[in-house]
């Protein structure tokens, strides 16, 4: 059977609460279906949507990088150091999420920010650097 756009948005979750009347509420399928049926717009959205991924796997593996890193990050030594080092990683994982080397594009962001006109700073976001890159070559 195929599924319109308009099977999901706005539509109640496909259960009948009778259903699990006779389910102990401590039981974990019991509470596994309670949190989808609460969320059931959210986790039918995908359908409707094909840009949304069923799983978060592609932010997780984003995040295994920082998990592993943990002991190295130690070097912060506070929490205003720990700060400093988020406020660089962010810029770094942006650049990779946009296909752009992080060391091309921060040497160059760099070599360039003082005589770009503050109008037009966005052209050194790394997905806008990543267009002039390649109209460049």
Not at 49 to 55: F, K, N, P, T, V
Not at 103 to 118: E, H, K, N, S, Y
Request: aromatic letters at 8%; proline letters at 5%; glycine letters at 6%.
């Amino acid at each position: 059977m195929r599924h319109s756009e308009s099977d999901t948005q706005g539509s109640e979750p496909p259960a009948n609460p009778a259903r699990f009347s006779k389910l102990s509420r401590h039981n974990d399928v019991t509470k596994a279906m309670d949190y989808m049926l609460k969320r059931w717009h959210a986790f039918s959205r995908f359908l409707a949507d094909g840009r949304i991924c069923l799983s978060n796997n592609t932010a997780e593996r984003a995040l295994r990088g920082v998990a592993l890193d943990r002991k190295s990050w130690l070097f912060a030594g506070s929490d205003r150091g720990g700060e400093r080092a988020a406020a660089m990683y962010s810029p770094i994982v942006t650049a990779r999420l946009n296909d752009v080397d992080p060391r091309a594009w921060l040497a160059d962001v760099l070599a360039r920010i003082g005589d770009q006109p503050a109008s037009r700073l966005n052209d050194l976001l790394p997905w806008h650097w990543k267009l002039r890159e390649r109209f460049a070559a």
